[in-house]
């Protein structure tokens, strides 16, 4: 599904696949678009959260299939294998400009107790993305940073305020602000570096 995104801004075309799609559900191309669409890039961001997976349907088209499980608080499931899978995938596919991690992380169901929030499921889904990070280095993936998403629980496009994406917890009543123990062991990630 990515090549949906990926391959007309890398090399100015859509998947073949396009070409099975009826006429009524190809996106409009005026001339010119692809060209645009294919300007050279400064840096590549990519937001990653969760994998998806599909199977193809009786109408030659897919479905999505259910996440598996460990998932996080919004449902998604929690495969770091597929971060690296993505970067490896697109460093072999194309030649890549430099690469940044825009946005990674989690809803956790953060909970404030004694003025602490205990994220530990937090801390661990960053430590094995950051690993997965490392592991497509590893495989030659030149990647040029990684952010954390988010500082501060906020409104989220979907889902509002009911999910808590921060590594620092927000009391939306009083606006207080309160580090997680995930805040504090990113903070000692980055400063040890």
């Keep these: 599904i ?3 995104y990926m391959r007309p801004v890398m090399e100015g075309k859509y998947p073949d696949i396009i070409d099975q799609l009826p006429p009524e559900q190809r996106p409009d191309i005026h001339p010119g678009d692809m060209e645009i669409i294919a300007q050279p890039l400064d840096y590549l961001g990519v ?6 997976h599909y ?3 009786d109408d030659d088209f897919y479905d999505e299939r259910p996440h598996q499980g460990p998932l996080t608080d919004i449902g998604w499931e929690i495969y770091p294998q597929a971060l690296t899978d993505l970067l490896v995938s697109l460093n072999k596919k194309y030649t890549l400009p ?3 991690i825009t946005e990674n992380g989690a809803a956790i169901a953060d909970t404030i107790n004694n003025g602490e929030v205990n994220d530990l499921d ?3 889904y960053y430590q094995q993305h950051l690993n997965a990070v490392h592991n497509a280095t590893e495989q030659g993936v030149i990647v040029h940073g990684y952010f954390a998403w988010s500082l501060m629980d906020n409104f989220e496009w979907a889902e509002g305020y009911l999910k808590r994406f921060g590594i620092v917890y927000v009391d939306y ?3 207080q602000r309160t580090v997680k123990a995930s805040g504090h062991a990113y903070s000692n990630l980055i400063t040890n570096r």
Excluded: E, K
């Excluded at 937001?47 to 998806?52: A, I, S, V």
């Design 2 to 4: 990515n090549q949906w």
């Design 122 to 124: 937090r801390i661990s």
């Design 47 to 52: 937001n990653f959260y969760t994998r998806l």
């Design 98 to 100: 430099p690469v940044y």
């Design 173 to 175: 009543q009083t606006q």
């Design 55 to 57: 199977q193809a349907s």
